[in-house]
């Protein structure tokens, strides 16, 4: 089984920073990538960042030059440091994984998510 634990969710106000924090545990062969998703309410989930477990990262257009992804490999671990937040920012923010297991083909994982709000 494997589990993802997000961490550092919480209350902001606008120009602030957050960094968030995942840890992946489990019976894992290795880590392909991880990344961070997001929901606000009434809309869909969507992509904020993600990075492989090479480095590469990628950003959604709306937080590019604020949010910054990270990750250590030996840790099973990636945050996700954001700065500049704005009110827009507000939403449940989800931790991703794509792992391969001991067993099994690689699949995707995802937390219990945890909430950002962005407020004065």
């Known amino acids: 089984q494997v589990q993802l634990v997000e961490s550092g969710g919480g209350l902001v106000q606008p120009g602030g920073s957050l960094r968030l924090s995942c840890v992946v545990s489990g019976s894992i062969r290795w880590i392909n990538a991880m990344g961070w998703y997001r929901q606000a309410p009434g809309k869909q989930r969507e992509l904020v960042a993600s990075i492989t477990s090479g480095g590469s990262s990628n950003y959604a257009d709306s937080v590019k030059g604020r949010f910054t992804i990270t990750s250590d490999n030996a840790e099973k671990t990636v945050y996700l440091q954001m700065n500049s937040l704005k009110p827009g920012d507000t939403a449940v923010y989800y931790c991703?994984?794509?792992?391969?297991?001991?067993?099994?083909?690689?699949?995707?994982?995802w937390g219990q998510g945890t909430q950002v709000t962005v407020s004065s």
């Open positions: 991703n994984s794509n792992v391969r297991l001991v067993i099994g083909p690689a699949r995707d994982y």
